[in-house]
């Protein structure tokens, strides 16, 4: 009888250093820090594209988050070491208005370990209205059927 209780005994010490809990080594995550400042090149209005603001940030794997105004963009955002994008889009997606301008930007960005990296999109203008208002004397100058084409380039890029 001594020897079951023994034996018993051993063998629930042995169940309950198995049962105990061992610290496991978590492997260190490389995080860094964005900081955002969002620029358009607008003309002064009372349409304010900046109201009307979605930030998306990519990895290498896709999107992994969005941001649907200012006010829910964090002053800085904490992500894992590596690269990313950012695609900024200002104002109502309007391909033509004379007033509410749709405004686009994007940047790639590397975030670095234990830094705060600052990011800087510049949005451009996106949409483009052209009102052409001709002198009478066009009409008599030119064949019936007369075409006028309009053609935007980027000045920035030229």
Do not use: W
């Amino acid at each position: 009888m001594k020897k079951i209780f023994i034996y018993s005994m051993a063998v629930a010490g042995l169940l309950f250093a198995s049962c105990a809990k061992s610290e496991v080594e978590q492997p260190e995550v490389a995080t860094g820090a964005v900081a955002f400042n969002i620029e358009a090149q607008t003309r002064s209005g009372e349409y304010d594209p900046m109201a009307f603001c979605t930030l998306r940030i990519y990895s290498e794997e896709g999107l992994i988050r969005k941001y649907t105004s200012l006010e829910e963009i964090p002053q800085t955002l904490n992500l894992l070491a590596g690269n990313y994008r950012a695609d900024v889009e200002l104002g109502q997606r309007l391909y033509a208005s004379f007033e509410e301008k749709s405004y686009h930007g994007e940047q790639p960005f590397e975030v670095v370990a234990g830094k705060t990296t600052p990011v800087e999109v510049v949005c451009r203008l996106l949409n483009a209205t052209v009102e052409v208002n001709y002198d009478d004397s066009v009409a008599e100058n030119f064949a019936p059927g007369f075409l006028t084409s309009v053609e935007l380039y980027d000045v920035a890029s030229t």
